[in-house]
């Protein structure tokens, strides 16, 4: 017994108590060079049994401080060995010696089967006892001839100077759930935020074994080294599963009284037994010295972060302020990228903007927390935040912090009684980085100059290429267009955009409308697109600065995609010649329109104006052309909106339409100077189509018209009734005596005009033919196209008029006017005299 004692205080002078989990193991071959086994000593109990104590650990309970200790029975002999005929016990420095039982997860431990070893964790309630300086395990073998039964085959004595804590620097090789592992301490850091200090623990695992490593479920502690005890969460940027041959860091946090001192400090891990309705220590380990680590970021520089052992990158850019309202309105974007192997899916995160003074404002982080990035993988967060002006504004951060994981605080703490804890609670605010946000005041976008962007759709170009205030109405348009270009090596997703616009400090948000030239959702390298857009504003109100915003909306809320603002002059909308096409481009929409005449027409009380033009469609297949918008433009600025006639059948390949705008002018107007500015009509976030009523609309070109002053005509020869041209060939009144009417019949020729093939749009104006007798009274009959006249040569047309007149005489004429009555004008358009044939029925009858 003695030889067998000293071989323990041999070990003892190189080993160092201590244990993970409930199971322990020796060294194995190929463990690293600092790692220790737990061997305490061995004591022969049979000729093939032995026994060696394994681990001795002490945890503070309510009810007593709980001893346990592992012993590892081994069996070289050929037949089983019944654990019934071993007992141990603990003897304490005041002469005490209590009956060790098993926990309960061992109770069912009943032998060692032949040329194997088991495993068997015991514990006793020490009471008031604490250390373990001067323990003794004795133990014992049934014997029916000894005292008692019992015969006392050795004891194990703790020495004065003996630990249950793994030296920093060392590493411990041990098992967990039978999985054999080399387990270490890495790391202590402390977080100084908002008033409070947090500790994070790096724990380090190595899985030596051939499966994998789930969380054992046990409990961790930062104990302070004057016994300060502080239970520790499991941090989210840990995941507890350990691969085969993997070496792995797992974090633990607390929140720790910012007067510790931190000197000293070890990691305690517990495990908790249900049945037996305690919990106890099973290993230790010293940590290193605390250290601060310096988080702040510089501009545009790279933090690293740890999320479930992957490594991402994160760095903030493209921040800028406008002053507007009495606030700093901030916007910038966070990058982060992928660097591991691992797909990553982010914890929560809350996001703040700190001032140098400490007051705090929170920023909207929903699209960082949970997002979802595979190896490689970037994106970019948009944020934005508004500071009040009276805030240093050249002194601003931005707070990553970590929301650190925390289970539900165990709800049977008090049955099972560990005693001196503190435990932090479900608040722990583990700081990530703090990335310094420099002073760039907003800068407004120049016409036509270039700009570059990154958000999280991707990376492109954009220019403002035109701002225009177009009238609408009783109001006018504030019409901006953008170009964006893909100047990544990938396709650009565009998304489905939505927009809103502000004049000063007007919010136009309500009529904002955002039109993308063509549908695709793509831009391929390279490629480019334009986006306009529009929103009404009072044709009274000056601006000098106009705000555009381009979001999308997902899950109902606004995901940024382009802010600029810009304080350009107002663009001159594009002049053609006379003669020259007004190009309409969009996919599947692509024709050119051409005027083909211009003519004021002298009304009663107003003239007409009317602009007839020719759409050639560009494409192979029939299309639904946009519905075209237009208004005249004197030379003194006045506006008239035009009233649009335009065909709603889709434009065929080969076949024209003719579109005749026109609008009602004043007698007074100047037409010499007049011009037609025209653009395509849209409705919500697309080009007009065939009933639909337009609210605006983009692309819009000025035509110089030369008008010509239509007279009317002294015949009714080639009479132009658009799109047909009406010639009378003759024309025969009767007048039977005795009776009180005129029966006129008319031979015409009735015919379109040049481009006879052209489609024409239903007209809204009417045809009125006037017949006035020798004594000036008249009649008048309004006549359809299509019903009173039919399209083609050598037709004729027949009325009666009814007078009051009943006698008339030979040598009389009637006179016929043709009229076009158009929003109540009416416009003459042509007459003619023709003679009157009376025929008296008396004179056949002599």
């Given amino acids: 017994m003695k030889n067998i004692r000293n071989v323990w205080v041999a070990l003892l002078s190189v080993c160092i108590v201590s244990q993970y989990p409930l199971s322990m193991t020796h060294a194995t071959s190929g463990a690293a060079d600092n790692a220790v086994t737990n061997s305490l000593g061995s004591i022969l109990l049979s000729s093939k049994v032995q026994v060696s104590l394994e681990d001795v650990n002490i945890w503070p309970q309510a009810a007593g401080n709980i001893l346990t200790y592992t012993l590892n029975f081994s069996n070289s002999g050929s037949s089983s060995s019944s654990l019934m005929n071993y007992f141990s016990k603990v003897a304490t420095p005041g002469g005490s010696l209590i009956m060790g039982h098993p926990i309960s997860g061992d109770d069912l431990k009943k032998s060692v089967q032949p040329k194997d070893n088991i495993r068997v ?261 948009p944020l934005s935040v508004q500071i009040p002006l009276e805030v240093e504004q050249n002194t601003l951060k931005l707070e990553m912090i970590e929301a650190a994981e925390q289970k539900e605080k165990d709800k049977d703490a008090d049955v099972k009684g560990s005693v001196g804890i503190t435990d932090s609670g479900v608040n722990i605010k583990l700081p990530v980085a703090y990335f310094v946000i420099p002073y760039i005041p907003y800068t407004d976008a120049q016409m036509g100059m270039p700009y570059l962007a990154t958000n999280s759709f991707g990376s ?78 009072p044709y009274t109100q000056e601006f000098r600065k106009l705000k555009i915003d381009l979001y999308t909306l997902e899950k109902d809320e606004k995901k940024a995609f382009l802010s600029l603002s810009t304080q350009g002059a107002i663009t001159e909308i594009e002049p053609i010649k006379q003669g ?92 010499s100077g007049l011009k037609l500015v025209l653009g395509q009509g849209i409705t919500g976030n697309k080009l007009s189509e065939t009933g639909e009523e337009p609210s605006g609309y983009v692309n819009p070109v000025s035509m110089k018209l030369h008008p010509v002053d239509i007279q009317p005509k002294t015949n009714l020869s080639q009479i132009p009734l658009a799109p047909y041209t009406l010639s009378v060939l003759n024309s025969k009144g009767l007048f039977i005596t005795g009776g009180n009417s005129i029966q006129i019949n008319m031979n015409y020729n009735l015919n379109l005009k040049d ?44 009325v009666s008029f009814s007078f009051s007149q009943q006698k008339r005489q030979s040598g009389e004429s009637y006179l016929l006017t043709l009229y076009d009555e158009i929003a109540g004008e009416r416009i003459e358009l042509g007459s003619e005299r023709y003679p009157l044939f009376i025929e008296d029925p008396t004179e056949s009858d002599r």
């Fill in 121 to 381: 964790t015991y514990y006793v309630n020490l009471k008031q006892v604490s250390s373990l300086k001067g323990l003794k395990i004795p133990v014992y073998v049934w014997d029916a001839n000894a005292k008692g039964y019992l015969k006392h085959a050795g004891t194990f004595t703790l020495p004065a100077n003996d630990s249950t804590v793994t030296a920093n620097g060392k590493s411990l090789n041990t098992t967990l759930n039978n999985i054999p592992v080399t387990a270490s301490s890495e790391s202590l850091e402390l977080y100084p935020f908002n008033g409070k200090v947090y500790a994070k623990v790096g724990f380090s695992l190595t899985n030596r074994g051939k499966k994998v490593l789930e969380d054992p479920g046990y409990m961790a502690y930062l104990v302070s080294g004057g016994g300060s005890i502080f239970k520790l969460a499991l941090s989210t940027q840990t995941a507890y599963q350990v691969q085969p041959g993997e070496k792995k860091t797992l974090y633990y946090v607390c929140e720790l009284p910012a007067n510790l001192n931190t000197a000293n400090m070890k990691l305690q891990f517990t495990q908790k037994d249900e049945t037996l309705n305690l919990e106890y220590a099973t290993s230790a380990y010293k940590l290193p010295k605390a250290v601060v680590p310096n988080q702040v970021v510089g501009y545009g520089q790279v933090q690293k972060i740890m999320i479930n052992h992957n490594s991402i990158e994160t760095s903030l850019q493209n921040a800028s302020v406008l002053g507007e309202n009495g606030k700093g309105k901030w916007s910038f974007q966070l990058r982060v990228k992928n660097t591991g192997n691992k797909t990553v899916t982010f914890p929560a995160y809350s996001l703040a903007v700190k001032s140098i003074k400490g007051k705090s404002f929170p920023v909207e982080s929903n699209g960082l927390s949970g997002i979802t990035l595979k190896p490689l993988e970037e994106k970019v967060i």
């Fill in 460 to 537: 492109f170009s954009y220019s403002l290429e035109s701002l225009q205030r177009l009238p609408w109405k009783e109001e006018d348009i504030v019409s901006a267009k953008l170009k964006i270009t893909n100047t990544q090596s990938t396709n650009l997703s565009l998304p489905e955009l939505k927009g809103s616009l502000k004049a000063d400090l007007q919010d136009l948000s309500e009529t904002t409308q955002v039109l993308v030239d063509h549908e695709a959702a793509v831009l391929r390298p390279g490629e480019s697109t334009r986006i306009n857009v529009l929103a009404h504003i």
């Fill in 580 to 671: 020259e096409s007004y190009v309409i481009s969009g996919q599947g929409k692509n024709a050119n329109v051409t005027e083909t005449n211009t003519g004021v027409y002298s009304g009663m009380n107003a003239n007409i104006v009317a602009t007839e033009m020719l759409l050639s469609s560009d494409e192979k297949r029939q299309t639904r052309m946009p519905r075209l918008q237009a208004y005249y433009k004197t030379g003194d600025g006045k506006l008239y909106d035009a009233t649009a006639n335009q065909p709603d059948t889709p434009a065929s390949p080969g076949v024209n339409q003719r579109i005749t705008f026109w609008a009602k002018l004043p007698k007074s107007v100047d037409t």
């Fill in 755 to 798: 481009n006879a093939e052209a489609e024409a749009g239903g007209l809204n104006h009417k045809l009125v033919l006037k017949m006035t007798d020798s004594y000036g009274q008249s009649q008048e009959k309004t006549l359809s196209i299509g019903t009173d006249l039919t399209p083609g040569n050598h037709h004729s047309y027949s």
